[in-house]
């Protein structure tokens, strides 16, 4: 079946560096993609998403690159702190025909991002 | 964003036990979903809970095993039945999908089986 995968299951990096998690995804429908940050006994926490018109959105010290031709996606942390240590998942979806709803999210496997102070 | 609550946050249970878990969203929502995360890994849709009508299910997964109930649009609680080991994991509830809205999660119900 379609899938979301990540190219690095780890992801060390220095405090105030900037980090880069990429995920492939296999669903060429998909058309919504969501990043999730989950802390130690926390459910996922919504960071940042993106539609499929667009390449790129940018948040607070975080952006989502999106890459449709090879159907790619990254989310970048601007001056990681330790704060940011948790696992990032991505998620895809597609939207209804009428674009105004979606339904289940097919998860990645998860990236395990470790700043060191 | 909706705050969703989940009980028990945690439980022990026995073999051939069943355990229903409680979501909680604190608004109306149309759409509410059940997840498995099974330790080390990642999220897995187990249903979508449907208010008003029966539960739709991914593969791999029934209702006789996970049967979900839905009477409104901020409730709904996901049983796992006659458990096993294999059961052990955390199950997480999430609400949303309407608009440009993101799914927003629980904290999830860790759940053991001796």
């Known amino acids: 079946g379609e899938s979301v995968g990540l190219h690095l299951p780890t992801l060390s990096v220095q405090e105030g560096d900037n980090s880069i998690i990429n995920c492939a995804y296999s669903n060429s429908a998909s058309d919504y993609f969501i990043w999730y940050k989950q802390e130690s006994g926390k459910g996922p926490q919504f960071i940042i998403d993106?539609?499929?018109?667009?390449d790129k959105r940018q948040g607070q010290r975080v952006t989502v690159l999106l890459n449709k031709t090879v159907k790619h996606l990254s989310l970048q942390i601007a001056a990681t702190q330790p704060g940011d240590s948790a696992v990032y998942f991505c998620a895809e979806t597609i939207y209804n025909a009428g674009g105004t709803s979606y339904g289940k999210l097919t998860f990645g496997q998860g990236t395990i991002l470790t700043v060191h102070p | 964003s909706a705050v969703i609550s989940q009980k028990p946050s945690r439980d022990i249970c026995q073999r051939g036990t069943s355990l229903t878990i409680q979501c909680q969203v604190d608004?109306?929502?149309?759409?509410m979903f059940w997840y498995r995360q099974q330790p080390g890994q990642s999220l897995t849709l187990i249903a979508t809970?449907?208010?008003?009508?029966?539960?739709?299910?991914e593969s791999g997964f029934v209702i006789d095993k996970f049967p979900i109930s839905r009477p409104n649009l901020t409730f709904s609680t996901l049983t796992v039945s006659n458990m096993s080991p294999e059961d052990s994991s955390i199950y997480l509830c999430?609400?949303?999908?309407?608009?440009?809205?993101?799914?927003?999660f629980g904290d999830g119900t860790r759940l053991s089986i001796l």
């Open positions: 608004s109306q929502v149309t759409m």
């Open positions: 809970a449907n208010q008003g009508s029966e539960a739709t299910y």
């Open positions: 993106i539609r499929s018109n667009m």
């Open positions: 999430s609400a949303g999908g309407q608009g440009n809205q993101p799914q927003h």
